[in-house]
């Protein structure tokens, strides 16, 4: 049906700021401006960048925990239904778009309603960044682990959600005995694997990570990394993986898409991001790692200026301002996605000229 | 060597042996009530309320009432208008029309407890109901609740009280259905900024991938979290609703002379709070031993808010 | 290479609601004049509570139980260490902020909201400089005067009540300094005598305020009052080099802001400027770099690798980032649950780590070059209320042996300025420390 378990197509995320006496609409934070990309199935697709950059934004916009300003989310859908839904989009004539609009309602994850929108929630889940934060500190873990299914009503009977309940817990490497415990009654380290648990509870296809690893000390990161590739080994699950940290990011995932205030700049495989960056910000990400050998030593090149603001982003190539290579086209037109070879994009006006 | 990560991740050190014990919120509880108890003033605070509820629950063993259909007319043998001070017959004393103080006393505590608990009740009700719908949902709903609340809040209270009750006419009922209608903002805001936290928090966001409704989500996650607060609100304001009670009796808002009630019993006492010249504390337990059972009530609820707010308040929780 | 501070079997306890948290179990570190001495570590092993030790800023209800900490910061005597762990807070008050400065994780909560930045950075030179401050300020005005602008009668007495509050600054710091000298001959005294002079010296020295008469109506009348403003300025002048020196663009204009109108990375260095305004000899940074941006660290660590050559002499980095400390340190130590396991110069740790705990934090770092899985530590870090009997990471040690659990391992001198307490090592004979 499809090889792509997520399509977005041309997804938008602003945030509207009311200004003076009458508080009408006079700018837009534009947190995610026009972002397209595919995840593979059973892939995990990792999403860097730094702050400002929108990536949580995005991976919530996916989830729908905002709703998008605009754009297209297609989860499990046929490719072929998308790419006809995707051209009745871009055609001028009204009815078109009228039928496009009926398609969607069906189609999109942004615009279901209702029932539709439970069911496709059975398929999607996310594990947030902070543990401590991420579960009621009023419920049994029991509860916590339990309640996706509960919701969506996998069980009828109480008993049958409890075996899954410890069935999960083993999963992640904990046990029965800690069913009956308050979520403060934990590490950090074990409030993340049961928030992985109950990610997992309904049988998700799709997992959101909001940055798991970032709240948690080095040692107990590399025990929940570890798991995460595991559970996805064994049951096929996708990935998206936000995060800020490149070298964690180079380990667990295939794909990096590297972000900049709410626009993507590059996007390929990972090795070859990491051999051969073609953006020059990814090329100044990469090279600002503190790498753990002190024998190496990697020329810096240290950017200018902070990250600028997204309410008031440059025009043209939002890196422009920051840029060492930046000319005049940049600050005039936005540079798109190009591909680059063998699925390795970037969006740089002059990406061939300094590679 | 790979190292499964599944072995040995739990430090057996880390988490407290397993016993068939009771429930663990049993367990929570039994420690907040520790928690509770380890406090002097807790301990003070509890007493005082205990002893009132003594008072009240015992009523017609410790004063037989007089005119059994209506226990709350307070008896009295003579119809002098000066008090008369304690003595054998009337252990605290008299009110003008020789009403028994003490008869008042106990069983005004009864109409105390009815008069804290049912007002603080209702408000409870209504502000938890309108301070949720209004943080949860915001927007419209929120501005409309909020503009609401303001318009309560600017009323004078005494002015719209007195208004009220003129229009409902006289008596301890009125006065409950008055404080009912006048105190329920505070309420209101207290839970919807608490609300407004809990709202934004991952466990929530975490529901509603999950595909929670917002029934669910409020009920299962919102509200647990965001209600002590209110709760340590109310407990603090059954003492002084019995305040606002009394001073609106004492406005000559509430029942007639002979109804055995704290703020009533003081308003009877206004021309008597000085005595004559040469003799100024005359008649001080008119005015002092009522007006003392008042204080020490409300200073009894207003321990137990405080050392309640303490142990429950999840800021100073020891996690 | 010489010593610039060091503590000695250093023990901090927490006494909590649960119970008594043993947070350093006795902790023996030293920082070398010139060096950039760095402190790794997970969270709970005691690295910031050691450093809020040696700054005797431990909150309550942590208390230091035992220990020493020395400072050697006389020029001439090179080897007069002075033990910090029972002076007074006045004593304490000099020393911060001039000779150690401290800067913290979070940039946004060490700046006031609602002071401007000039303001904040101007009061290390309020506490520290006066003297200085006045000296200029009264220059300035001299030339002024000379120069025949503006009211100069009225300058002309602004000039002397300056002169006048200089003096008695110095005054006071000439006091404190004979005070501090007797303290330190009478410090070893046994006689009881001699315990009352040192115990009443201590008293006074609490106690001695900075008076005079006319300085201190001046400075609360209104009209009079104004000189103050003259002060600010100089102070202003010294800012706003400083905040050039940092790199921070536009500093006349950045002095006037407030904190909240600039960004996380401008933030961290303001803080950073507030530590370095009287050239302290030490700089603590207690993970001054882990909530900032990969790029903006970058920016702050070269900034810090910078002012090593100008402004400070001698780091101690806080963090839990090994490539953090690979890139910017010359010395580390690795702390665990309140011990010191291992102690090395940086190439040499990551060379040859010696300690089982050092190993497995080094392999369960994703590095660049990473083959296979992550390793990792299994078990979690243990509680402090109830520490483990003998070496405290012996639950999780893949190398644990029976000595592990009944004896805390002696810090040894393994190879040339290789430092490890581990029972592994112990056999072989090796200068004890």
């Given at each position: 049906m499809n090889d792509n378990i997520l399509d977005i197509r041309n997804l938008k995320k602003y945030y509207p700021v009311k200004g003076g006496v009458m508080r009408r609409h006079i700018a837009d934070v534009k947190a995610v401006d026009d972002v397209s990309f595919q995840i593979k199935r059973g892939e995990c697709l990792g999403m860097v960048g730094e702050s400002g950059c929108g990536k949580t934004t995005l991976g919530k916009a996916i989830l729908r925990l905002h709703d998008a300003t605009a754009g297209r989310v297609y989860l499990d859908q046929d490719a072929e239904k998308i790419e006809e839904l995707e051209a009745l989009f871009a055609s001028d004539k009204p009815e078109a778009v009228a039928q496009a609009e009926a398609m969607r309602k069906m189609m999109d994850l942004t615009r279901l309603k209702g029932r539709a929108m439970k069911e496709a929630r059975r398929k999607i889940n996310i594990v947030f960044q902070d543990p401590s934060n991420s579960l009621n500190p009023r419920l049994l873990i029991k509860d916590i682990v339990g309640e996706p299914m509960i919701i969506q009503h996998v069980y009828s009977s109480a008993a049958e959600v409890e075996e899954r309940v410890v069935e999960l817990l083993g999963t992640v490497g904990l046990s029965r005995e800690h069913m009956r415990r308050y979520p403060h009654e934990f590490s950090g380290g074990q409030r993340q694997r049961i928030a992985v648990a109950r990610a997992l509870a309904t049988n998700p296809k799709f997992i959101l990570m909001d940055e798991p690893t970032s709240a948690l000390d080095v040692s107990v990161q590399a025990q929940i990394l570890n798991l995460l590739k595991r559970l996805q080994d064994e049951f096929q699950l996708t990935y998206l993986f936000v995060t800020h940290h490149l070298l964690v990011v180079k380990y667990i995932t295939q794909r990096i898409a590297v972000m900049y205030l709410g626009k993507m700049m590059e996007l390929s495989q990972t090795p070859e991001l990491f051999k051969t960056p073609l953006h020059p910000y990814t090329k100044a990400l990469l090279s600002a790692i503190p790498i753990p050998d002190p024998e190496t030593k990697i020329e810096k090149i240290i950017l200018s200026g902070d990250v600028p603001n997204p309410l008031n982003p440059p025009s043209g190539c939002r890196f422009h301002p920051r840029c060492p290579y930046a000319k005049e086209i940049c600050k005039e037109r936005i540079p798109e996605l190009e591909d680059a070879g063998g699925g390795h994009l970037v969006a740089c006006h002059r990406w061939r000229e300094l590679n | 060597m790979q190292t499964n990560d599944n072995q040995q991740t739990i430090n057996a050190e880390a988490v407290k042996p397993v016993v068939r014990s009771a429930h663990p919120r049993w367990k929570e509880f039994g420690f907040s009530m520790k928690r509770l108890f380890k406090n002097p003033l807790t301990i003070i605070g509890v007493s005082i309320i205990l002893f009132f509820a003594v008072l009240a629950i015992f009523a017609p063993l410790l004063a037989p009432p007089e005119y059994p259909d209506d226990p709350y007319k307070m008896p009295h043998n003579?119809?002098?208008?000066t008090p008369s001070p304690p003595s054998a017959e009337n252990p605290l004393g008299t009110l003008p029309q020789q009403y028994d103080i003490l008869y008042g006393i106990i069983w005004g505590a009864r109409n105390a407890f009815k008069i804290g608990i049912l007002v603080v009740l209702a408000n409870l009700v209504v502000g938890i109901v309108l301070g949720a719908l209004a943080g949860y949902f915001g927007g419209i709903v929120d501005e409309i609740i909020m503009r609401i609340t303001d318009i309560f809040y600017s009323i004078p209270f005494l002015v719209m009280a007195m208004a009220l009750v003129v229009a409902i006419g006289r008596g301890l009922q009125s006065i409950v259905i008055v404080l009912i209608i006048l105190n329920w903002p505070s309420y209101t805001r207290v839970i919807r900024s608490e609300i407004l936290v809990v709202r934004d928090m991952d466990y929530v966001q975490a529901a509603k991938a999950s595909g929670a409704g917002h029934l669910w989500t409020l009920i299962r996650h919102v509200m647990p979290n965001s209600v002590f607060s209110v709760i340590i609100v109310a407990s603090m304001q059954i003492g002084t609703t019995v305040l606002s009670a009394a001073s609106l009796s004492f406005l000559g808002l509430g029942s007639g002379a002979e109804y055995a009630d704290w703020g009533q019993m003081v308003s009877t006492c206004r021309n008597w709070i000085v005595g004559p010249p040469g003799d100024r504390l005359a008649f001080w337990y008119v005015v002092l031993i009522p007006g003392f059972t008042i204080a020490l009530f409300v200073l009894g609820w207003n321990l137990l808010g405080d050392a309640i707010r303490d142990v429950f308040d999840p800021k100073m929780r020891r996690k | 290479m010489e010593k610039l501070a060091d503590t000695k079997e250093l023990y901090t306890n927490f006494y909590t609601f649960e119970g008594v948290v043993k947070a350093l179990n006795g902790v023996s570190i030293h920082v070398n004049k010139g060096e950039t001495y760095g402190l790794v570590g997970e969270s709970g092993c005691g690295k910031s509570v050691t450093v809020r030790s040696m700054m005797r800023i431990v909150q309550a209800p942590g208390r230091i139980e035992s220990g020493q900490i020395h400072l050697f910061f006389s020029e001439e005597q090179r080897d007069k260490a002075i033990d910090i762990v029972g002076r007074s807070e006045a004593f304490m008050q000099t020393i911060r902020g001039n000779d150690i400065s401290m800067i913290f994780q979070e940039a946004s909560s060490s700046l006031n909201p609602v002071l401007s930045i000039g303001e904040q950075v101007g009061e290390s030179f309020q506490f520290h400089r006066m003297p200085q401050m006045l000296e200029e300020t009264e220059k300035r005005l001299s030339e002024d005067i000379n120069a025949g602008k503006g009211l100069v009668p009225y300058k002309k007495m602004i000039r002397g009540l300056m002169a006048r509050e200089r003096a008695v600054y110095e005054r006071h710091n000439r006091l404190v300094l004979e005070i501090d000298e007797q303290l330190y001959r009478l410090e070893e005294a046994t006689d009881a005598s001699d315990i009352r002079k040192r115990e009443a010296l201590k008293r006074h020295r609490e106690h001695i305020r900075k008076k005079d008469p006319l300085v201190q109506f001046a400075s609360h009348v209104p009209f009079f009052k104004r000189y103050r403003k003259r002060i600010a300025f100089t102070i202003r002048v010294h800012v706003i080099e400083l905040l050039r020196q940092l790199g921070v663009p536009n500093p006349d204009n950045v002095v006037d802001r407030y904190p909240h109108e600039l960004s996380g990375g401008m933030q961290q260095r303001i803080v950073i400027a507030i530590a370095l305004a009287c050239h302290p000899r030490m700089l603590i940074a207690d993970e001054p770099t882990s909530n900032l941006d990969v790029t903006i660290q970058a920016q702050i660590l070269d900034l810090i690798k910078k002012l090593k050559e100008t402004l400070i002499s001698s780091v101690l980095f806080i963090t839990h980032d090994l490539g953090v400390v690979a890139e910017v340190c010359d010395r580390v130590t690795v702390m665990y649950a309140g011990d010191a396991v291992e102690t090395a110069e940086v190439k040499e740790l990551f060379k040859n780590p010696l300690h089982p705990y050092t190993k497995g934090l080094m392999n369960s770092v994703p590095k660049v070059e990473q083959e296979g899985a992550l390793q990792t530590i299994p078990g979690t870090v243990p509680n402090l209320i109830h520490p483990p009997t003998g070496c405290r990471f012996h639950p999780r040690c893949p190398y644990a042996m029976d000595i592990c659990k009944k004896e805390k391992p002696v810090t040894i001198e393994h190879s040339k300025d290789h430092f490890v307490a581990c029972h592994l090592f112990t056999g072989e004979k090796h200068n004890e420390r």
């Open positions: - | 003579g119809w002098k208008m | -």
